[in-house]
């Protein structure tokens, strides 16, 4: 499973879905609103996504996870709109029969999910800027 | 032949919208993106940016049809 929110992620609910007979190993990754970042203090955030097209390369992403590894299930939420600090941005876990391959499969999905799904953070600096941030981590203006 | 436009992230803050609808003698993708690139003065070269069209990813070559929805994507940053 993979969805973009608007609501705040409920992390104990996705965690409840991982649940299985087979699985003697759940990890799960949470990625929060930090209040740094390139040595800038940050008051928060905002995503937006492409949202046709993010869902169909997160699904895509998953059922990747579920061909690579020997696990049981896995799923993965990203949050849109405007977030403060400390909030879920983004959430991953994946359950497994072993640990190995749940934080293989867990290290996969996000690391996946930052590289292609078309989702845009823009951070709010603590002196009232604003900038898109790009991967090599260099704000654009606007 | 007329193409819907969606705009995200620093590409929508530069041309000032979401989205739009344009009348164009484009053909294809990269024909598209240096029209609207000149007309809305977007910094990006194609080698920085994704393109779909319909919402699937495709390549820069893809021939358009009338009333296509192209969207060009700035570097992700989620997570």
């Known amino acids: 499973m993979f969805a973009i929110s608007e609501a705040p992620i409920d992390t104990l609910r996705l965690q409840h879905g991982l649940e299985a007979d087979g699985a003697g190993a759940v990890v799960c990754f949470e990625g929060r609103v930090r209040n740094y970042n390139a040595g800038r203090a940050v008051n928060g955030l905002s995503y937006q996504a492409y949202i046709e097209l993010a869902e169909a390369e997160g699904r895509r992403i998953v059922e990747e996870a579920r061909g690579r590894f020997e696990i049981e299930r896995v799923s993965c939420v990203h949050r849109v709109g405007d977030l403060a600090l400390g909030d879920v941005a983004v959430w991953a876990g994946v359950s497994a029969g072993h640990r190995a391959a749940a934080f293989d499969a867990c290290r996969y999905v996000i690391d996946e999910v930052k590289a292609r799904v078309p989702i845009w953070k823009r951070e709010h600096y603590a002196d009232g800027e604003s900038g898109w941030l790009h991967p090599d981590g260099t704000p654009v203006s606007g | ?79």
């Open chain 2, 1 to 79: 032949m007329n193409y819907r436009l969606l705009y995200f992230a620093s590409l929508s803050d530069a041309a000032g919208r979401a989205e739009e609808r344009v009348a164009s003698e484009a053909g294809d993708v990269r024909a598209l993106y240096a029209e609207l690139a000149a007309r809305h003065g977007f910094t990006f070269t194609p080698e920085r940016l994704r393109v779909a069209v319909n919402g699937a990813f495709t390549d820069w070559n893809h021939r358009l049809a009338d009333n296509d929805e192209v969207v060009f994507l700035p570097p992700v940053s989620g997570g």
